[in-house]
């Protein structure tokens, strides 16, 4: 069991919100109109995890590391990301739903008095319609997003900037996410971690990262803590 934090801060793709079949549509189209081959489903929830233009390189790259190799495939690069932006900017949340458990767990939140922020290496010309058109804007006290801080999660910048901005100090903080990237921001800024067995961590089990916990289902959540103190 854990103690009751005063805030909770949640990640949106991989953790809210499944929101692959949108990205991988959005990709799919953007390697048509490049005249390169389609990448599919499976490879694009692989890939996801560090923003669209790094999703955008690995689609590219039709691999999870590394770099792009010289000036045409820097070109390349800069002629796909805008195209892939207006795609994803028209498909948000199309192919997009809530995780099962999510909408509870939100309720169950609001209720339960703590602070609920959002905080996600998403860019906000996404983020925001996003969970607009999913219903659960009206959920968070705040919303931060990647292209709101000079340094993203991992970095624990972003959680630390949502502390401060909520009034609760990190040590009465909680980071809800589903990678490798959260527990690390998470540890980073002395907050506890609990991470979503379901989400996005370019295939590797995030127990392995040692997450304070790992629920099935959000709404989990209300009974692993100790609410009453």
Same mark, same amino acid.
């Given at each position: 069991?854990?103690?009751?934090?005063?805030?909770?801060?949640?990640?949106?793709?991989?953790?809210?919100?499944?929101?692959?079949?949108?990205?991988?549509?959005?990709?799919?189209?953007?390697?048509? /109109?490049?005249?390169?081959?389609?990448?599919?489903?499976?490879?694009?929830?692989?890939?996801?995890?560090?923003?669209?233009?790094?999703?955008?390189?690995?689609?590219?790259?039709?691999?999870?590391?590394?770099?792009?190799?010289g000036d045409d495939e820097q070109?390349?690069? /800069?002629?796909?990301?805008?195209?892939?932006?207006?795609?994803?900017?028209?498909?948000?949340?199309?192919?997009?739903?809530?995780?099962?458990?999510?909408?509870?767990?939100?309720?169950?939140?609001?209720?339960?008095?703590?602070?609920?922020?959002?905080?996600?290496?998403?860019?906000?010309?996404?983020?925001?319609?996003?969970?607009?058109?999913?219903?659960?804007n009206d959920y968070f006290d705040?919303?931060?997003?990647?292209?709101?801080?000079?340094?993203?999660?991992?970095?624990?910048?972003?959680?630390?900037?949502?502390? /401060?901005?909520?009034?609760?100090?990190?040590?009465?903080?909680?980071?809800?996410?589903?990678?490798?990237?959260?527990?690390?921001?998470?540890?980073?800024?002395?907050?506890?971690?609990?991470?979503?067995?379901?989400?996005?961590?370019?295939?590797?089990?995030?127990?392995?990262?040692?997450?304070?916990?790992?629920?099935?289902?959000?709404?989990?959540?209300?009974?692993?803590?100790r609410w009453s103190q």
């Amino acid at each position: 069991m854990l103690a009751r934090p005063q805030m909770v801060l949640i990640d949106v793709d991989g953790t809210l919100v499944d929101s692959v079949p949108d990205l991988a549509w959005c990709i799919d189209a953007m390697m048509r /109109e490049l005249a390169l081959p389609e990448r599919g489903e499976d490879a694009v929830r692989h890939w996801v995890g560090n923003g669209v233009e790094r999703l955008v390189q690995r689609a590219l790259m039709n691999q999870l590391d590394g770099d792009l190799a010289g000036d045409d495939e820097q070109a390349l690069y /800069e002629k796909a990301l805008p195209i892939f932006r207006a795609l994803y900017a028209n498909n948000t949340s199309k192919r997009s739903v809530l995780y099962p458990g999510v909408k509870p767990a939100l309720d169950f939140l609001q209720t339960s008095g703590v602070k609920i922020g959002c905080v996600t290496n998403k860019a906000s010309e996404f983020t925001l319609p996003i969970l607009s058109e999913l219903g659960i804007n009206d959920y968070f006290d705040m919303v931060l997003c990647g292209d709101m801080v000079e340094r993203k999660k991992p970095d624990p910048m972003p959680l630390l900037q949502s502390a /401060e901005a909520l009034g609760v100090k990190p040590e009465a903080s909680l980071m809800l996410g589903d990678s490798m990237s959260d527990v690390k921001a998470a540890r980073a800024a002395g907050f506890a971690i609990i991470c979503m067995s379901y989400g996005y961590n370019h295939g590797e089990d995030i127990r392995d990262y040692h997450p304070d916990a790992v629920l099935d289902a959000m709404d989990e959540i209300k009974h692993i803590i100790r609410w009453s103190q």
